[in-house]
């Protein structure tokens, strides 16, 4: 199910998701000059190497600090960043608009940060690098279904190759979606995959969104959202 758009009146301009959306755009395009083994160092760089934070070492290094922040700005290929910014690109603004543009960045960035640190829970000894923006954006979604679960959202949904645009509340797109990362992180788990996509990542960066949300709305924030809740 690919979400289209969410019916959501926003009152100020989303500057730091368009931010977001255009410093990942360019990261990329900065990648496609390089060779596979130079883009397999800048993973290994900038990525999330799961065994690096085995033991109390890791500390002490600054790079696997960094790391936790700069492998939210690279991506493994055109599907994992189209998909990303798309959804970034439906939900963000909406969040950011009653975030402010500065709780929204620090907010992201956390969830961004917790999300890779469960899938270092879940796969210790793994040497393989997880990069992408999938576990903030999924902070995001987190926070939207806590803050608009009503909002009715567009989704494109594919029956025997034909396109089928159907309205779903946001609650129930987001528990599908949520539902189905889980349903995946499980089998991966159970196949012993640890490469490919980072389920882990997407369940705890979905969580960190619902229980930091309240802390990062603005006082307008909380006020709209109450004000949508009576109507």
Same mark, same amino acid.
């Given at each position: 199910?690919?979400?289209?758009?969410?019916?959501?009146?926003?009152?100020?301009?989303?500057?730091?998701?368009?931010?977001?959306?255009?410093?990942?755009?360019?990261?990329?395009?900065?990648?496609?000059?390089?060779?596979?083994?130079?883009?397999?160092?800048?993973?290994?760089?900038?990525?999330?190497?799961?065994?690096?934070?085995?033991?109390?070492?890791?500390?002490?290094?600054?790079?696997?600090?960094?790391?936790?922040?700069?492998?939210?700005?690279?991506?493994?290929?055109?599907?994992?960043?189209?998909?990303?910014?798309?959804?970034?690109?439906?939900?963000?603004?909406?969040?950011?608009?009653?975030?402010?543009?500065?709780?929204?960045?620090?907010?992201?960035?956390?969830?961004?940060?917790?999300?890779?640190?469960?899938?270092?829970?879940?796969?210790?000894?793994?040497?393989?690098?997880?990069?992408? &923006?999938?576990? /903030?954006?999924? =902070?995001?979604?987190? $926070?939207? @279904?806590? !803050?608009? %679960?009503?909002?009715?959202?567009?989704?494109?949904?594919?029956?025997?190759?034909?396109?089928?645009?159907?309205?779903?509340?946001?609650?129930?797109?987001?528990?599908?979606?949520?539902?189905?990362?889980?349903?995946?992180?499980?089998?991966?788990?159970?196949?012993?995959?640890?490469?490919?996509? &980072?389920?882990? /990542?997407?369940? =705890?960066?979905?969580? $960190?969104? @619902?229980? !930091?949300? %309240?802390?990062?709305?603005?006082?307008?924030?909380?006020?709209?959202?109450?004000?949508?809740?009576?109507?």
């Amino acid at each position: 199910m690919l979400p289209l758009r969410a019916e959501v009146r926003t009152r100020h301009t989303p500057l730091v998701t368009r931010l977001i959306v255009l410093i990942n755009v360019l990261v990329f395009i900065s990648q496609l000059g390089l060779s596979p083994a130079e883009l397999e160092r800048l993973f290994q760089t900038l990525g999330v190497v799961p065994a690096r934070y085995a033991g109390a070492a890791w500390l002490g290094d600054p790079q696997q600090y960094l790391a936790l922040l700069t492998s939210q700005f690279i991506h493994a290929g055109w599907l994992h960043i189209l998909m990303n910014m798309w959804i970034l690109w439906v939900f963000g603004d909406h969040i950011e608009d009653r975030m402010g543009p500065v709780n929204f960045l620090l907010f992201y960035l956390l969830c961004g940060v917790l999300a890779a640190g469960i899938h270092v829970v879940v796969y210790p000894d793994s040497t393989i690098p997880v990069v992408g &923006a999938s576990g /903030a954006i999924s =902070g995001v979604l987190g $926070a939207y @279904l806590l !803050l608009l %679960p009503g909002a009715r959202v567009l989704v494109l949904v594919p029956v025997f190759f034909l396109p089928l645009l159907i309205y779903l509340p946001a609650m129930l797109y987001l528990l599908l979606w949520f539902f189905l990362q889980f349903i995946n992180a499980k089998l991966a788990i159970a196949m012993g995959d640890v490469g490919g996509v &980072a389920w882990w /990542a997407h369940i =705890g960066g979905f969580i $960190a969104g @619902l229980a !930091l949300c %309240p802390f990062f709305l603005t006082p307008n924030g909380t006020a709209h959202r109450r004000s949508r809740r009576r109507r």
